[in-house]
């Protein structure tokens, strides 16, 4: 079966432009989650979906970040005004269920960079 | 909050064994999991542990205890293959499946 597609794989823009990255979770997970890795770093929780639950959005950096997920399956990043300090890869992931743990399916990332 | 400490690089000759430490500061705990992320790549899940002992898979194990706050990642006969980061990540309660990541270790596996 497919995996977490992501889309585009690479995006550039210029500061103060919005930008929308777009994910597509395993069919049937109900968990969603948006992470950032700067290069050489760790994942930054960003937003996390669970199923028709209020999403847990404690690890938006700012205000002019958001996201939503559309009938409980794709999900869209929005950056508004970017900055270059924006420039990251962002990683989307999924799993079947919270509650009991499960494991993070991750899709390939977009990689966006700030002019 | 949480956060997790891991050495930033290892390396290690094919065939040998490596262990990779994490040591974790959190207000509650469910578990430990390990992931590897080759450059470039993905991060692919490689274990959990939600108890105390060693968890084994292949050539993979993973460690926890929980009273030390601290688990690791043993890898057995190593290949060129196992070049990767690996990162270790917590989940805590009131956050579903939700992770907190390590910086992650470099590992580099030399002929």
């Known amino acids: 079966g497919a995996g977490v597609s992501q889309s585009p794989s690479n995006k550039v823009t210029e500061k103060g432009k919005d930008v929308e990255l777009r994910c597509d979770p395993i069919?049937?997970?109900?968990?969603l989650y948006w992470y950032r890795q700067s290069l050489g770093q760790g994942l930054e929780f960003l937003i996390y979906?669970?199923?028709?639950?209020?999403?847990?959005k404690s690890g938006l950096p700012s205000d002019r970040f958001s996201a939503e997920r559309t009938g409980g399956s794709v999900s869209t990043l929005t950056i508004q005004r970017t900055q270059q300090e924006d420039s990251a890869v962002y990683l989307c992931?999924?799993?079947?269920?919270?509650?009991?743990?499960?494991?993070?399916?991750f899709g390939p990332g977009t990689r966006l960079t700030v002019l | 909050g949480q956060s997790l400490e891991q050495p930033s690089e290892v390396t290690a000759v094919e065939g040998a064994i490596v262990q990779i430490n994490c040591t974790y500061q959190?207000?509650?705990?469910?578990?430990l999991s390990w992931y590897q992320q080759h450059d470039g790549g993905a991060p692919t899940f490689l274990s959990y542990?939600?108890?105390?002992g060693l968890e084994e898979t292949g050539r993979f194990s993973s460690f926890l205890s929980r009273s030390d706050s601290y688990g690791y990642l043993l890898l057995q006969e190593l290949q060129m293959k196992d070049s990767a980061s690996y990162f270790c990540?917590?989940?805590?309660?009131?956050?579903?499946?939700?992770?907190?990541f390590g910086t992650g270790t470099q590992l580099k596996v030399e002929l």
């Open positions: 992931a999924s799993s079947q269920t919270s509650g009991t743990y499960n494991e993070q399916f």
């Open positions: 069919s049937g997970h109900t968990a």
């Open positions: 979906f669970q199923g028709n639950s209020a999403p847990d």
């Open positions: 959190t207000s509650g705990f469910y578990g």
């Open positions: 542990n939600a108890l105390d």
């Open positions: 990540a917590v989940r805590a309660p009131g956050g579903g499946n939700k992770l907190t």
